[in-house]
């Protein structure tokens, strides 16, 4: 059999050079998922088994066979036709009897869009072969993690794996027990419970219980929870903070969604007991959620720890009364890169007589974290081992929750004083680094080499006005008392973000340009929602079938706006100015096509940038400290 890997990682390059797909990891999903139940159903003998998983796509239609459609109504109605009342099937498929309707909201939310019958067919040969249970949880678990590099608006739903590992250990959940993860994600926090329990127990069965709202997340989640052979009966597309019912559970694990709730659902939410920003209601959630005795690790934003609110000092006075706050672990910033720059800690928490004091531990990487540079199952390692004990030493203390109660904000933020350093100097260590920076700096200047002499072919350009396909608006003043260092929205100034706030005024993404002063005419590009204050300019696309918004974003980086800005005091870029630029487009696939390969460019130069400036460090310091011990001996 071919490597897994690769055959998953083609497919998605497939999926990429159709025209109708912005999502290839969810196109990619969707017909997994298909794949799973076609898989199932041939071991079962239904009669859904067809002669191949390819004739699913073509033989249902009455084209005849080797013809592709990609009407995926008649794919659903086989479906249900062939699936409705074959309990076998549910069990087999890990469903439940009431599931399938959940399963039925995915096919409802998330059409097949594949446009090209060519694209389809060369990726159902693909998938035809492809053996769903071997190593394919792994090769899907990789496509997750990169799936993040490429759009960090995908952050949301990934919480980073060595992270959510080192939760699942020190939490140390039991056979039997229910699992629950109100903001669940790409299904993280169940996967690493059940490599937890095969490790530990002959018998590894837990109960999974799950709720995220995003149709996306879900189509993600349960596939990673069925490649991993996790019953799926209890995981459902929904927001848990509406859902009303008095279940407890053993063990609450989530990285809880943080930032404002949409003036619409803030009124469900107040209805039904929930006010504040969204990290505060789903803490609140867990804590009415969480079974007497029971356990919870949750993934925090800083702000939640120190935040002046009537609803934060509730909920943290709560925390040191009315349950055991028995651990805090502060994360490095960049821990949750590149989705957001947030600082971010775990709280762990158990429903029971607190306890007289919390044990802080302040964790620490060996470089910044960033895109390039995650972090890693090693910085967990004392972590780890001290948690039980609950050791004090240079990374951990005991935080006495007298001193807390007695402030009334009952604020949780801490940090230890850091000893200084000693510099241990190796020199044979230091050369293998040095070396291995060598090799690594050789392949990465090899690599943009060979992608810059790419050659992407583009036969026809549109020369389109501006304000034709885009709506241009100035941003908001905000006063820099308000910019904070943490927050639930990036504030975008003239040369990029400047800090957080609590509040957006765009609440989709788009491309901001600099407005005034030294750097008007600067390009950024925002992902999702955020503040844009009155140095800036927000671009947004009208139509964004017929423009991709990442291309132009390069396009207006590379026409150097800053030369067209008037003014000689202060140099400034009006809208009339950008309204009546003429840009010229391609068509749309080529669009991301030469996007994606912009991309690649910029990772290329950005990533020989980084690891040069750490090689000439490391090579200075080398040198410096040869010199040192030359000089010492004599």
């Known amino acids: 059999m071919k490597n897994s890997n690769n055959k998953l990682a083609r497919i998605v390059e497939l999926l990429r050079k159709d025209t109708g797909i912005n999502n290839s990891i969810e196109q990619l999903s969707l017909l997994l998922l298909i794949k799973y139940f076609y ?32 009407d995926f109504s008649i794919i659903k109605s086989i479906f249900h036709e062939v699936i409705r009342g074959n309990e076998s099937f549910f069990d087999k498929c890990l469903l439940g009897d009431n599931s399938w309707r959940n399963i039925d909201v995915i096919f409802n939310n998330i059409p097949l869009r594949i446009r090209s019958l060519k694209v389809l067919e060369a990726a159902l040969y693909e998938l035809e072969d492809l053996d769903f249970y071997e190593f394919l949880s792994v090769d899907f678990d990789q496509l997750l993690l990169s799936m993040v590099k490429d759009s960090s608006s995908s952050g949301a739903f990934h919480s980073p794996k060595p992270l959510v590992e080192a939760m699942v250990k020190v939490s140390n959940p039991s056979p039997q027990t229910s699992i629950y993860d109100p903001a669940m994600g790409t299904g993280r926090a169940f996967v690493e419970v059940e490599k937890h329990l095969s490790k530990t127990y002959e018998d590894r069965s837990f109960k999974a219980i799950g709720n995220d709202i995003s ?15 996790i019953d799926i009966k209890q995981i459902s597309l929904s927001d848990s903070l509406l859902i009303k019912d008095d279940l407890k559970y053993d ?39 969480l079974a007497k005795n029971g356990k919870a690790a949750l993934i925090v934003p800083d702000g939640l720890l120190f935040n002046k609110a009537n609803q934060l000092d509730v909920l943290r006075g709560q925390l040191l009364t009315q349950f055991n706050l028995h651990s805090i672990l502060s994360l490095p910033e960049g821990v949750l890169a590149p989705y957001t720059g947030v600082k971010v800690s ?10 007289k004091d919390i044990w802080f531990y302040e964790l620490n990487t060996a470089k910044p974290l960033n895109k390039l540079n995650s972090i890693n199952d090693s910085d ?118 400047i800090g957080y706030y609590e509040e957006a005024n765009r609440f989709s993404g788009s491309i901001v340009i600099g407005k005034v002063g030294m750097y008007c005419g600067n390009i950024h590009l925002s992902p999702g ?72 460019l910029k990772e290329n130069k950005k990533s020989i940038q980084s690891l040069l400036s750490e090689f000439s460090k490391d090579l200075e310091l080398f040198t410096e400290n040869s010199i040192l011990e030359k000089t010492l001996k004599f």
Not at 42 to 60: K, P, T, Y
Not at 260 to 289: Q, R, V
Not at 350 to 355: I, T
Request: hydrophobic residues 40%; negative net charge; glycine residues 6%.
């Open 39 to 70: 898989d199932v159903a041939s071991n079962s003998q239904s009669d859904i088994c067809r002669s191949s998983f390819r004739g699913l796509f073509s033989e249902v239609n009455g084209l005849g066979h080797g013809k592709i459609s990609n």
């Open 215 to 229: 149709p996306f997340a879900y189509l993600i989640g349960i596939l990673n929870l069925l490649l991993n052979g």
């Open 251 to 289: 063990l609450i694990l989530s990285g809880v969604p943080f930032g404002k709730a949409s003036d619409i659902s803030k009124y469900e939410y107040y209805y039904n007991g929930y006010t504040g920003n969204l990290e505060a209601m789903f803490l609140k959630h867990a804590m009415d959620k």
């Open 346 to 355: 775990v709280l762990f928490f158990e429903n029971s007589m607190p306890g």
């Open 380 to 497: 967990f390692e004392e972590f780890i081992s001290q948690f039980e004990s609950r050791s004090v030493g240079e990374n951990s203390c005991l935080i006495d929750k007298k001193s807390l109660l007695a402030d009334e904000t009952f604020n949780l933020s801490f940090s230890l004083q850091k000893k200084e350093e000693k510099f241990s100097f190796d020199k044979l260590e230091k050369i293998n680094s040095l070396k291995k920076d060598q090799l690594a700096l050789v392949e990465l200047i090899e690599s943009c080499f060979k992608n810059a002499s790419k050659n992407i072919d583009v036969e026809h350009f549109t020369d389109v006005a501006i304000k034709s396909v885009c709506d241009l608006r100035s941003g908001a003043n905000l006063n820099k008392s308000e910019v904070l260092s943490n927050g639930s929205y990036p504030v975008f100034g003239g040369n990029g973000i």
């Open 529 to 600: 929602p955020h503040w844009l204050t009155s140095n800036a300019i927000s671009l947004e696309v009208k139509d964004d079938k017929s423009v991709f918004t990442p291309y132009l974003a390069h396009l207006l980086q590379s026409m150097n706006l800053n030369q067209i800005a008037t003014g000689t005091v202060q140099k400034f870029i009006s809208i009339k100015q950008l309204n009546s630029i003429v840009i010229s487009l391609p068509s749309y696939d080529k669009q991301v096509e030469l996007s994606n390969w912009f991309n690649l």
